[in-house]
C-alpha cells in the first residue's frame, strides 16, 4: 500500500476492510501529502450535499488542544523512534474522488487535487480527519519548526513519514462521532460529555442523532417481527461504503438514507443544520408538503418515523415482484433493477410522502394499509426484455421512477 503523485492526481493504494456492516478502505500517505490535503479548520464539515461536496455548519467548531498538539510536537523532533502506529481516520468527500480502481480486495483511491482548496474562508474542500488530528497538528508544527530552523535532516524524516489512514467517503458528523467514541472507549474511556465537545455536537435531541438511530435499528433488523420468519426490508442493506455506488448490487448509503429522513423532518438539508440545536417544540410549526415526519419529530414520536417505514418498505418487498413471485426489492430474488437502486429507494420515498396525508387521516401505517395503495402500481414495468432498467440510474431516472409510481397509485 502506497501513494503515489502525478500532475494533479495522487493515488493512494489501499485494501478494503469489512467489518459487520461497514466497509472501508486502509493505506498509507506520506506526511508532505497528506499536510496538502487537510487542514485543521476550525469549521467542521457536518454533511454533504447531491455532488458530495462539503457542507458546514458555523455553529460547530472543533479545535484541537494547544497542550496535545505541541507535546506531540517535541516527540516527534525529539524522539528518533517516534511513530504513529494507529490508524487516523478520514472522511473524503466524494467530489474529489475522480475514480477508483479495484482489484479483489485492493483499491487504488485516485484524489483530484485541482478540486482541493485548503485556504477558502468561506467554503474549504479537504479531507476531514476526524479521529487523529492532534497527530496531524503535531506533525504539521514539528514540520514547520524544523524548515524554520534549517534542520533538512529532520525535515526530510518527517515529510517522508508515513502516516496510516482509514477512509471513510462522506462520513455523517453523527457517524463519526460514534466511531471516535467506540475507539476512544478502552482502554482510556472518553467520556460523552468529550466526544460531543470534540465533534460540536450535543447530547440533546437532535433529527441527525433520530434519523442516525433509525438508520442504525433497521438496518439491524432481521425480521419484520418477532413471530415472523420473514427478512426485514433494511437487513445489512444501510451501509457506509468505502466506495461511491456502483456495481450490479450497491447498498443504500447511510449518509443518502439519514439525508432522506432529515427531509421528511426539515424542508432541507442546509435547513435541518440550523434546526440542529432546536428544542422538539419548536418543530410543531414550520415545515412544508413533504416534511411527513415532522410532527412525530415535535411530539417525541420516533417510534411512529420508524415504524412507518419498516411497515412501508415490508409492504414495498411484498407487493413489487416479478411473474414468479419473487421480489423486485431483494436483490438475492430478482435480477437488477430500480428499486434495489438508490433511485428506486428515494422514489418510494416520494410515494410515501404522496401516500402519509390518507395514512394520517386513517390513523393508520400498517403494512397491510400500504400494502393496498402500492398495490395499484404493483405491475409497473421495470426491465425490459433483455432485463436492462427502463430508469436511468440517475436523477433523471429517479424522477420518472417517481412520478411513474406516483401516477399509478394515484390514477382514478
Known amino acids: 500500500m502506497a501513494s503515489q503523485q502525478s500532475n494533479s492526481i495522487l493515488t493512494i493504494d489501499c485494501q478494503r476492510v469489512h467489518q459487520n456492516n461497514v466497509d472501508f478502505v486502509i493505506g498509507k500517505i ?40 505541541d507535546s506531540i510536537k517535541e516527540y516527534l523532533l525529539k524522539d528518533e523512534y517516534a511513530c504513529f502506529p494507529s490508524n487516523i481516520l478520514v472522511s473524503v468527500p466524494s467530489a474529489l474522488i475522480l475514480n477508483e480502481i479495484e482489484d479483489g480486495n485492493n ?49 526530510e524524516k518527517l515529510n517522508n513519514f508515513e502516516f496510516v489512514v482509514s477512509f ?66 433494511f437487513y445489512k442493506r444501510i451501509r457506509l461504503l468505502a466506495k461511491k455506488d456502483k456495481g450490479d448490487f450497491s447498498p443504500i448509503s447511510q449518509g443518502m438514507f439519514i439525508k432522506s429522513i432529515l427531509t421528511l423532518i426539515s424542508p432541507n438539508i442546509k435547513l435541518s443544520e440550523e434546526e440542529r440545536n432546536y428544542e422538539r417544540s419548536y418543530f410543531t410549526n414550520g415545515g412544508s408538503g413533504r416534511t411527513i415526519f415532522r410532527s412525530f419529530y415535535a411530539t417525541n414520536k420516533d417510534n411512529l418515523i420508524y ?54 387521516e386513517n390513523k393508520n401505517i400498517s403494512t397491510s394499509f400500504f400494502e393496498n395503495h402500492l398495490s395499484r402500481a404493483k405491475n409497473i414495468t421495470l426491465l425490459n426484455n433483455n432485463n436492462e432498467s427502463l430508469y436511468a440510474y440517475s436523477s433523471v431516472g429517479k424522477t420518472k421512477l417517481s412520478e411513474d409510481l406516483i401516477n399509478l397509485v394515484f390514477s382514478e
Do not use: C
Request: neutral net charge.
Open 107 to 155: 483499491i487504488s483511491l485516485n484524489i483530484d487535487l485541482s478540486k482541493v482548496n485548503i485556504s477558502s474562508e468561506e467554503a474549504p474542500v479537504y479531507l476531514q480527519i476526524f479521529d487523529g488530528q492532534h497527530r496531524f497538528k503535531g506533525m504539521q508544527e514539528a514540520i514547520k519548526e524544523s524548515f524554520n530552523n534549517g534542520d533538512t535532516e529532520t525535515l
Open 30 to 69: 506520506k506526511a508532505s501529502l497528506l499536510l496538502n490535503l487537510s487542514t485543521v479548520n476550525h469549521r467542521i464539515i457536518v454533511d454533504y450535499d447531491n455532488n458530495g461536496m462539503p457542507l458546514y455548519n458555523k455553529q460547530i467548531q472543533r479545535k484541537p488542544s494547544p497542550i496535545r498538539v
Open 168 to 233: 471513510f467517503i462522506d462520513a455523517p458528523i453523527e457517524y463519526q462521532a460514534m466511531i471516535f467514541s467506540t475507539i476512544n472507549r478502552t482502554p482510556v474511556k472518553v467520556s460523552q460529555d468529550l466526544v460531543f465537545d470534540l465533534f460540536g455536537l450535543t447530547q440533546k435531541d437532535s433529527p441527525q442523532k433520530t434519523s442516525l438511530a433509525i438508520a442504525l435499528q433497521l438496518n439491524g433488523l432481521k425480521y419484520t417481527d418477532s413471530k415472523s420468519a420473514e427478512i426485514a426490508p
Open 307 to 360: 415504524l412507518t417505514l419498516l411497515n412501508y418498505f415490508t409492504a414495498v418487498k411484498r407487493v413489487f415482484k416479478d411473474k414468479n413471485g419473487k421480489s423486485w426489492w431483494e436483490p438475492s430474488e430478482t435480477p437488477d433493477n430500480p428499486l434495489q437502486r438508490t433511485i428506486g429507494y428515494l422514489a418510494l420515498i416520494d410515494l410515501l410522502v404522496k401516500i402519509f396525508p390518507a395514512s394520517l
